[in-house]
């Protein structure tokens, strides 16, 4: 099936640093990207939606200045973790469509950011 | 919210087949149920997707009741591989992009 990247898989930061997350379509292109959240023994909980080339919608609650996300290409997606504290600490996954394949969606191997 | 209602969690013996049920009695016409799959640690997996018909691939088969309303996840020889948390989402079929919403899932623990 379609590759999705994502990197780095392990982050440890200080508190009040900021963090980038990379998701890459390997071999699709994606005009719209998905980005999850998942606390420990919890399910999935949407974030944000990423549009290619426009501003991403963020889901009810979630801060969209804390939780920056970017889609300058189709095959890019970032989400950059704004002053980041430890409540923040989670596992982030991030998801795209590809459209050859259907309506499936794939998903990158997550990131565990640790704020410490 | 999620659509589906599955058991919080379920053991099988290394070797059996694990059936592994989901509730959607709300599901509509045009609204397709999907099963994905997460490792401890990873992104979640797509399994498989079904409509109507009984569908089966490489990695499992998938059961739909006449009425829709129901549907059964069938790992044919589960393996250790397989523990995980798998995901039962109804989906419509012409959703474009819009993302998945899990529910809870059920936790498979496989047993040697």
């Known amino acids: 099936g379609a590759v999705v990247s994502q990197h780095p898989s392990r982050v440890i930061c200080k508190s009040g640093t900021s963090v980038k997350i990379e998701c890459r379509s390997l071999?699709?292109?994606?005009?719209?990207m998905f980005w999850y959240r998942q606390f420990p023994k919890k399910s999935l909980m949407l974030m944000a939606t990423?549009?290619?080339?426009?501003?991403?919608?963020?889901e009810q609650g979630v801060e969209k200045d804390k939780f920056l996300i970017n889609h300058a290409s189709l095959t890019l997606s970032t989400l950059t973790v704004t002053s980041a504290h430890p409540e923040d600490s989670s596992f982030y996954i991030c998801?795209?469509?590809?459209?050859?394949?259907?309506?499936?969606?794939?998903f990158g191997s997550g990131t565990q950011l640790s704020v410490l | 919210d999620a659509k589906t209602t599955q058991p919080p969690s379920m053991d099988c013996a290394e070797g059996r087949a694990a059936n592994l049920p989901c509730n959607h009695s709300?599901?509509?016409?045009?609204?397709?149920v999907y099963w994905y799959r997460q490792i401890h640690s990873q992104g979640p997996q797509y399994i498989i997707h079904?409509?109507?018909n009984n569908e089966t691939n490489e990695m499992a088969s998938l059961i739909i009741t006449e009425d829709r309303k129901s549907s059964t996840l069938i790992l044919p020889h589960a393996t250790l591989r397989d523990t995980a948390v798998y995901y039962c989402?109804?989906?419509?079929?012409?959703?474009?992009?819009?993302?998945?919403?899990f529910g809870k899932g059920t936790r498979l623990s496989v047993i040697a």
């Open positions: 998801s795209a469509r590809d459209q050859g394949a259907g309506e499936k969606l794939f």
């Open positions: 071999d699709f292109q994606a005009t719209t």
């Open positions: 990423s549009n290619e080339g426009s501003k991403a919608t963020y």
């Open positions: 709300t599901i509509s016409g045009n609204e397709y």
């Open positions: 079904g409509l109507k």
């Open positions: 989402i109804v989906r419509d079929a012409n959703s474009g992009n819009t993302p998945l919403v």
